[in-house]
């Protein structure tokens, strides 16, 4: 699936503008949020693929009065990477706990208390 760097420009009446080089493409909208999906639509057009389909690898924001907009959006969104890699590992881990500890006997009560999960969660864990 493809992905696109774009540029978001808050102007100094609260509109934004939004910009794709790739695609040659620009939208404006009175909010961030109207100019990202502006801008998936623009995309899509051009691209000739759903707008589902459009994913951004990087955004520049540019941000009257905070130069570190961009760099602080970088962080973020590297964060949330991070995270939601930890949390998919989790679960990942938490499954083969209760599945191993299940079939060593231990009552799914006690699974749940080991992992902090109530035993109706081990359950669906272990028919899922």
């Known amino acids: 699936m493809p992905e696109y760097d774009i540029k978001l420009i808050r102007g100094e009446g609260g509109d934004w503008v939004g ?4 695609v040659r493409g620009n939208t404006q909208a009175a909010s961030a949020r109207g100019a990202l999906d502006g801008l998936r639509d623009v ?3 051009v691209e000739e693929i759903e707008v589902s389909a459009v994913e951004f690898r990087s955004m520049e924001i540019d941000l009257a009065g905070a130069d570190s907009a961009s760099d602080l959006l970088a962080e973020v969104r590297q ?3 991070e995270l939601a890699a930890i949390e998919a590992k989790s679960r990942e ?3 083969e706990a209760v599945r ?3 079939e060593a006997g ?3 009560r006690d699974v749940g208390a080991l992992l902090g999960l109530s ?5 669906q864990l272990l028919s899922a």
């Open 100 to 102: 191993q500890f299940s």
């Open 93 to 95: 881990r938490t499954r």
């Open 43 to 45: 995309i899509a057009l």
């Open 119 to 123: 035993h109706q969660r081990v359950a």
């Open 79 to 81: 964060a949330r990477r």
């Open 19 to 22: 910009r794709c080089d790739a």
């Open 106 to 108: 231990v009552t799914r």
